[in-house]
């Protein structure tokens, strides 16, 4: 096992370089840099992505374009050296490299914040999010989706299936506009609020009011988003579960005399809930680095998500690249953990037989 942990972890390397690579070069040919959006400002001109420069490479447009534009040379100049452009790209990312063995991840262009403190702030809002998204989703799809494999065919797993459908069906984002529209004062009732984690004052209340009121603002954002996912979760565990029910070492154990709860969690359950175990480090990555985006900015929840999509926007490369890797490596690590915890539910798994 310790083999298998050490083999996995070294294949983590070229995994983020590849990763950090296949950015860093679509980056280049990425048309309205950092430097280009600060001469806009600075001339007052519209965003380059709608100018004559879109669709351009960025390495062209530092070559041809600024020396027309009106702007000093040597300002042109000192905002090359500002962002580290004055250098070859292999020369950028080779920096890049070194100084994330060294776990530098840098600071943000615009803001006087360092990328690990950016990501430190924004992240008890996403975690928030996605702890308390997944927590509801598995405590719903897990029971459901048992239920119906228990229950298939009867009028339960019907009508059950066409909520799951519905479900599915919209998107968690609308769900969300739609809750906000019902609930949070936009056409009916004014019963929650409509943006942050916390009230205004919130810091001043006591314990009790400040976990009543965190609980109060994460209701709608957390509904929506369990709404989004709790779909797929319960047909996979239907599934799964009617895959193995049907199996032979059940119909003995029935055959035996051992009754259906003892069947069906002592000895399906193990088995079935493998697949369902294996997805869960690729479901909390999801709600907390990708899932959680619009729900955040309909919410104005100011998480990762939001962070990810205002630094993508506004070429703030130190903040995208470092929340990349920081993103993937955790990604890496939760895949190992969820091969890991395999192991906790079925011991009778053996990875260095697998890999051998």
Known sequence: MYAYIARRLLLM??????????????????PGGPIEQVMSQVEGTADLSTSRFSGVAADEVAGDSRGGRGLDPEFVAELEAQFGFDRPAHERFFKMVVDYAQLDFGESFYRDESVVELIADKLPVSVSLGLWTLFFTYLISIPLG????????????????????VGYAIPGFLFAILLIVVFAGGSYLDWFPLRGLVSEGWASMSWPERILDYLWHLILPV?????????GLTMLTKNSFLEEINKQYVMTARAKGVTERRVLYGHVFRNAMLIVIAGFPAAFVGVLFTGALLIEVIFSLDGLGLLGFQSVVNRDYPVVFGSLFIFTLVGLLLNLLGDLMYVLVDPRIDFETREG
């Open 223 to 231: 509904l929506a988003m369990v709404i989004g996912g709790f779909a």
């Open 146 to 165: 048992i239920r119906k494999a228990v229950r298939d065919g009867s009028a339960f797993d019907v009508w059950s299936s066409a909520v799951v459908i």
């Open 13 to 30: 390397i070229p995994t983020l370089l590849g990763v950090l690579l296949i950015n860093f070069v679509i980056v280049q040919f990425a």
